[in-house]
């Protein structure tokens, strides 16, 4: 079981910028696809971002693509999200998440989840 915890969350103004960072624990996560969903208020959880297991990959929700980028440091065990261009639509809790089959490019089926980050971008 991998345990992930984020930080980095707060309040900024649009067109500010945040950097979420993942600390993930277990053996098995330097195999694992990594990344972000975010759910706002009276919305479902949507996917935001993903790196691949070698960090050779990445994909982007069409709604951040060109504003947000995402990486990973398997030494560190840490998956970052550098968040520009900042939009009051972006606020939301982020999560990160892990998926469950190793060697993985992307989300097939996520197997853990973090406790989530609070990011509020004001107008």
């Known amino acids: 079981q991998v345990q992930l915890v984020e930080s980095g969350g707060g309040v900024v103004q649009a067109g500010g910028a945040l950097r979420l960072s993942c600390t993930a624990s277990?053996?098995?996560?330097?195999?694992?696809?990594m990344g972000w969903f975010r759910q706002a208020p009276g919305k479902e959880r949507e996917f935001v971002a993903v790196?691949?297991?070698?960090?050779?990959?990445?994909y982007y929700a069409d709604s951040v693509k060109g504003r947000f980028s995402i990486s990973r440091d398997i030494a560190k065990n840490t998956v970052s999200l550098q968040m520009n261009s900042l939009r009051p639509e972006d606020t939301a809790v982020y999560y990160c998440?892990?998926?469950?089959?190793?060697?993985?490019?992307?989300?097939?089926?996520?197997?853990?989840w973090g406790q989530g980050t609070q990011v509020t971008v004001s107008s």
């Open positions: 790196i691949s297991w070698s960090g050779r990959s990445t």
């Open positions: 998440a892990a998926d469950t089959t190793p060697y993985s490019t992307r989300f097939g089926v996520v197997g853990s």
């Open positions: 277990g053996r098995t996560f330097s195999n694992k696809a």
